[in-house]
């Protein structure tokens, strides 16, 4: 299986924080990857597929880039309602995920 | 609207089994390959399983390979789980997602269920 390590576990921010999550998968997995929010008690939300593709209805404060290996999720003001967990996920075999990344209040 | 609705989940205790449901509705439910995601307690998200959406393919995790069964009834729009010989490791809040592409899967999952919860416990 493809091992998705993300980076850091947890964040501390504010808003209009610039802020970026990082995942490295364990072989090259071309593009295909996927970010996903979770707030508590929620289901998670998709919200980056294919690295770059916006979902519909997602901010546009949201964006992902990276090839290969090496993928970011960066989010450009931080707003109140970006505090959550975010995941990664690769698509190009049956599904992994990373870790998760929650980012907390400052 | 688009939607997804899990049921099924209760305490089981271990060894025994349990099948979840996921009663799908707002879109052409036959046309979309379907998984199951779970997340134990205070934990991340693991893929479970993934069924094509003809029923034709199935590919599980190896955590429950051969003790789950993922399969759909596309004539009422349901996705299940059967679940066998659960252990405390199984104690999560199950979802069911669809996958983002029509027919063959993709592996994006773009709408998900509000998830039902399945406590493994003597």
């Known amino acids: ?106 | 609207q688009v939607q997804l609705v899990e049921s099924g989940g209760g305490v089981v205790q271990p060894g025994r089994s349990l099948r979840l449901s996921c009663e799908a509705s707002g879109f052409t439910f036959s046309v979309y390959g379907m998984h199951w995601v779970r997340q134990a307690p205070g934990k991340g998200l693991e893929w479970v399983a993934v069924i094509w959406y003809d029923g034709s393919n199935d590919y599980y995790a190896d955590s429950v390979k051969g003790r789950f069964t993922i399969s759909r009834d596309n004539s009422k729009n349901t996705l299940y789980l059967q679940m066998n010989s659960l252990r405390a490791e199984d104690t999560a809040v199950y979802y069911c997602a669809r996958d983002s592409r029509e027919l063959r899967p993709g592996h994006t999952m773009d709408v998900w269920g509000q998830g039902t919860t399945v406590t493994v416990s003597s």
């Open chain 1, 1 to 106: 299986d493809i091992q998705m390590t993300q980076s850091p576990s947890s964040l501390s921010a504010s808003v209009g924080d610039r802020v970026t999550i990082t995942c490295r998968a364990s072989q090259i997995i071309g593009s295909y990857v996927n970010w996903y929010q979770q707030k508590p008690g929620k289901a998670p939300k998709l919200l980056i597929y294919t690295t770059f593709s916006l979902q519909s209805g997602v901010p546009s404060r949201f964006s992902g880039s990276g090839s290969g290996t090496e993928f970011t999720l960066t989010i450009g003001s931080l707003q109140p309602e970006d505090f959550a967990t975010y995941f990664c996920q690769q698509s190009y075999t049956v599904p992994t995920f990373g870790g998760g990344t929650k980012v907390e209040v400052k």
